[in-house]
Structures are given as C-alpha cells and as structure tokens.
C-alpha cells in the first residue's frame, strides 16, 4: 500500500510538472494549448542530447529549458497571436495540427526508436516502511517541489505575477490600465515551456527512454486534467494532477483488468465532473 502511494504521487507530480504550463497558458488566452506536449517532447530530446554531450543533467536540464524557452516564445507569436481575434477553436485546430507537425519532425531527426536516457545519480534508493524510493523518483518530487514554488512565488510575489493576474482577469481592462499584455503573454509562455521542458526530461529519466510518441497520450491526459482542476485554475491543476496520478497507480495496481491504465483520466474526470462541472476549483457561473 504505501509503495503504490508512492508510486502514485510520483506520477501525479509527472503530470502536474506538464500540465501547469496548459493552465497557465489557458489562464491568460482563453487557448487548449495542445503543442504543449510537443514542447514536452522536444524538452526531452533536448535534454538528452545535452547530457549526452556533457554529462551533466544540470547542463542538460538548463538547455531543454533554454530551447523550448525559445519554441514557446516562437509558438506565442507566430502561431497564436495572430489568431487572438478569431474563434478560439481556430487557434486550437492550429495547435493541434502544430503538435502533429512537431511529433513527424521529431521522428525525422530523431528517428522512430526508442532512446535510452539513463542517468546515474548520487544514488540508488531508499527503503522504509516496506516501500522502496529510487533516486529518479526523489529527484522529480524535489524538481516539481521546486518549479512549482517558483511559479507560485512570480505570481503571488512579483509585479509580472500582478499583471499576469489582472490580465488573466481582463485583458482589456488590463491594457487600459497600462499593463503590457504583450510581455505578460510572452513571459507566460516562456516560463510555462520551460516547466514542460523540464517535465520533459523528468519523464525520460523515469522511463529511461525519450520517443517521438511520448507526447500523444500525454496531451489529451494533460487536457483531461486541467478541465479536472478548474480551467485555469493552478492549484487545481496540481490537485487533480495527483488524483488522476494515484487514481492510475491504485487502479493499475489492484483492479488492473477493468479498464487501460491510460483511460482511468478520463474516467475519473467524467465522475467528479459529474459533482462539480466546473471542476474540483474552478467557479460556477
């Protein structure tokens, strides 16, 4: 029981790394930022090709980061800011269509086998209480712990998080009001593709492995996860993000033969919708 637990919030805190950078976009644009998960893919391939140069997963952490620092900055202005006046279903064909582009391209250079991404840490595992803890599985709980204060200390503490509140609020009444929407979105989308791509390299240590397709069940997953949490909703997201993660290994793990481990997201999200429709924080209207 206690190593299912475990096993549980390790996954959960996976999903709450990928699908917080979602909401944040979500909070600001009104936009279901699918090709999120391409910027988690391409995250992972950075990552391991930097380790593979030099070994370090600090270098290799910080250039996924850079990288698709720079791939969220590129999909914010040349993708969905020209679609801002249109329908919101316009920019979300568009994404979705990026994220299938992005997951050929990824194939094409990276080739369609899986690649290995073993990295050795200081070391191995811990054992308590009849339950085993590896070295990879601390290092993502103290990576979510970490990117999740920092996200929650710009927004709370900062005036680029007052703006991005008051933005997220109204973005007109924002701009008449002297906040310039244009750096508030641009810094939203860096700081959330960062986070993905670091969720990114998290999930290929995990597994040991990095794959074109390591995004495709992930983007409907993070979709189900934050309409779960309360569209936009921070908080929410991280909330349901270890229901869905514990929900998974539970299910998995003692009522395996119900149901695909990968459906229990969406089943868990259609009942607690059921309850609150407006998700687990988000406000009825």
Not at 44 to 68: D, H, N, R
Not at 74 to 86: A, K, N, S, V
Not at 126 to 151: K, P, R, S, Y
Request: charged residues 10%; hydrophobic residues 55%.
């Amino acid at each position: 029981m206690v190593q299912q637990f475990l096993n549980g919030i390790i996954t959960g805190s996976l999903y709450a790394l990928i699908a917080v950078g979602l909401t944040m976009v979500y909070g600001i644009l009104r936009i279901l930022h699918i090709a999120h998960a391409a910027v988690f893919v391409g995250g992972a391939y950075i990552g391991l090709v930097a380790y593979t140069f030099t070994g370090s997963l600090v270098l290799a952490l910080i250039a996924a980061a850079a990288g698709c620092s720079v791939l969220g900055y590129l999909i914010q202005r040349y993708l969905y800011t020209p679609m801002l006046t249109e329908e919101r279903i316009v920019p979300l064909i568009a994404s979705v269509g990026l994220f299938i582009l992005c997951e050929d391209l990824f194939r094409l250079l990276g080739g369609p086998y899986i690649r290995a991404f073993k990295v050795d840490l200081w070391f191995e595992k811990i054992a308590f209480l009849e339950a085993v803890v590896t070295a990879h599985q601390v290092l993502i709980l103290i990576t979510t712990a970490v990117c999740l204060l920092v996200v929650y200390a710009v927004i709370s503490k900062t005036k680029l998080g007052l703006a991005w509140q008051a933005t997220a609020q109204d973005m007109d009444t924002a701009r008449a009001m002297g906040v310039n929407i244009r750096q508030v979105v641009t810094f939203n989308f860096i700081i959330a593709s960062s986070i993905a791509a670091i969720a990114g390299v998290m999930t290929a240590i995990n597994y040991n492995s990095v794959l074109p397709t390591m995004g495709s069940v992930i983007s409907y997953k993070m979709f189900a996860i934050v309409v779960l949490g309360g569209m936009g909703s921070i908080p929410g997201t991280v909330v349901a993000s270890l229901i869905i993660g514990m929900s998974e290994t539970f299910m998995s793990a003692y009522f395996g033969f119900i149901m695909p481990r990968d459906a229990i997201a969406f089943t868990a999200m259609i009942l607690i919708l059921i309850v609150r429709p407006q998700g687990l924080f988000g406000r009825a209207r």
